[in-house]
């Protein structure tokens, strides 16, 4: 297993971004090319937070899957009220720049994407907004509804500003294309303060008919939680995939 962080020019935000990185062993996974799982993370941390708080290199090093852990700030995965294009950096420049440099397979069917917290929105977003990008979304802890509050608003601006209304994922869920829907799993701690926001997103996929697997666990918003509900969603991508344990129980 190789590991390390990389940082490129993004065109959509006009900076320099980082991403670490995981890239299989083809004596343990077999040789490339590879499916690509991108992890993101959550508002307080960064994009070293995955591999400094989880055994993530553990549970993916006899995977045939690269893990792409981007830096997404505080943004949300959102092209911001603030102007920052952070929507357009993930979509159009990181994943060229992933399937430039690594061996990953191209196509929706070898991308996932997942995340916690703001990580979940993220993915959650990416996931229903891009179908034809990732076949598969794990979300753990999300904050499905930040776009109700008046909380972040450098990324979404005030209550009742545009682009909260752009990004509303109770809408966007409403208008996604069910003839490529990405598989869903969602899950959330029953002691996590997000628990009712993850209530409400899964009754409204299920009264909108969204296939989707939904989990409620012991557990709060903390690493102990992340830690060990990240091999369920890594199992779910892999089915999906049909690649590794479960395709990785």
Known sequence: MSYGTFHFLS???????????????????????????????????????WMTNTGIWRYTRDLP????????ERSFCINTACGERFEDYLIQDLIGWVEHLFPVKPGRENRVVGGLSMGGYGAMLLGLKHPDKFCSVGAHSSAFEIHASDLFPQAFGPPDSEVRRQYNLFRIAE?????????????????????????????????????????????????????????????????????????AG
């Open 11 to 49: 065109a959509a935000l006009e900076r320099h971004q980082a991403f670490h990185f995981i890239v299989p062993d083809p004596q343990r996974a077999g040789p490339g090319p590879y499916a690509c799982f991108y992890l993101i993370h959550g508002a307080s941390d960064d994009f070293t937070a």
């Open 65 to 72: 899957l690269v893990v792409v852990m981007p830096d997404v």
């Open 175 to 247: 208008e996604v294309d069910g003839s490529l829907l990405p598989a869903l799993h969602v899950d959330c701690g029953v002691d996590d303060f997000l628990i009712e926001s993850n209530r409400s997103f899964h009754t409204h996929l299920e009264r909108l008919g969204v296939p989707h697997h939904y989990q409620e666990h012991p557990g709060a918003h903390d690493w102990d939680y992340w830690d060990l509900h990240i091999r369920e969603s890594l199992a779910h991508h892999c089915r999906v995939l049909g690649i590794g344990p479960g395709a």
